[in-house]
């Protein structure tokens, strides 16, 4: 077996790995990164995740045929996948190891292909960004259902499912549901809780449903999911609800129930890391595991599963190992995050319902999204806007907008909170017109104040 001692060694070729390993190999240290599929060069944004998945969202929204649509996004992947490719392993001291890492010691591992070792990799510092995969849920017949899918092998489809069934109602879940609505698909979502969106305020929930039901989904919460079998070339799910039994026929079933760490295989047990009881990597301010020279990023840590934050991973890193050792998890401010439905629906900060179950006290601004122009302009007018604001100090304690080209707009005001900046900065602010950020003086004007 082959046997390889490196400085730096990352497993995973996901976003903050990949970043940290051009960095390091910019800096002229001895570098490899571990990826067990050649498929993921870049990792799940954009080869299965975001970057695929918003290609399809945009061109149903411009009414692109299904099969068009999937051509696009299968040529994009291929050319970012490359480019993540050449991006490390055209560096002198960087090597791109495919295989499976597998932990014999804290600083050893053991690469396998095709189940077999192929190389021994001992390594003074450790970088652990495997990412986080599909919850399966126990369901009878999944294992032998031909038509039941995780997000990833829903985005390879080549043709457009005459009927999507959904189970999970989350966020991912939703972004498929529009998406599919977008290209014809009649579009079921099951969930077996009652409460829709249930970390969102009642009124953006309800919005959201409202808007989703007259684009054609049909949701089912509150529903048991019995089994799951095939009757030629569909599947269908047995479903109950208050004791009430039926059957859901299906082209293709999503399972849209969240993702967990992936250390699956890892050989974690074999090192002094140690796991949270959810599964992830537990790590400290610094992103250090409780073994010595050994740091997770990404996913595998828990927390917010987003791309950008994972970028911030490798900030942390880059400034513990060569800065002044100032950026850690505690000061990285609010995150905002965006759901790709049609309209965006985006978040930063404390909702209504957080500040209320916190006692804390705040002004609340509402805007219709009927009341932009820009919304006119681009014929997507539905959505609703609210801002909470710090009656003492005039800072923005957080915000829902529910309206076009929120995922824009939203990154002004994370920038206003953790700038600390009064709301009246953002409300005299002179915008470019027409456009979605100008709706901001709008929405913090004293018209749009709600008294409580």
Known sequence: MERKAVKNLIIGFGKAGKTLAKSLARKGEAVA???????????????????????????????EKFADAALQKVNLVEKLNRKNYHMIADEPTATVIDGKARFLSDHEVEISREGQ????????RIFINTGARAILPSILGMSECKNLVTSTGLMDLQKRPDHLVIIGSGYIGLEFASMFLSYGSKVTVIDVHRTFLPRQDRDIAARVKKDLEEAGAVFKLGYEINGVFDRNEKSILNIMFDDQAEEIEADKILLATGRKPNISGLGLENTSVKIGEDGHILVNEKLETSAKNIWALGDVHGGPQFTYTSLDDFRIIESQLYGDKSRTLDNRGEIASSVFITPTLSNVGLTETEAQAQRKSYRLFRLEATAIPKSAVLRQSKGLLKA???PDTDEILGATLYAEDSHEVINILSLAINAKLPYTMIRDHIFTHPTMSEALNDLFSNANEVKK
């Open 388 to 390: 909470l604001v710090d």
């Open 33 to 63: 990164i571990v990826e067990q599929s050649p498929r993921m060069y870049g990792g799940t944004c954009i080869n299965i995740g975001c970057i695929p998945s918003k290609s399809l969202i945009v061109n149903g929204q411009k009414g």
């Open 117 to 124: 070792p192929a190389m021994l990799v001992e390594a003074e």
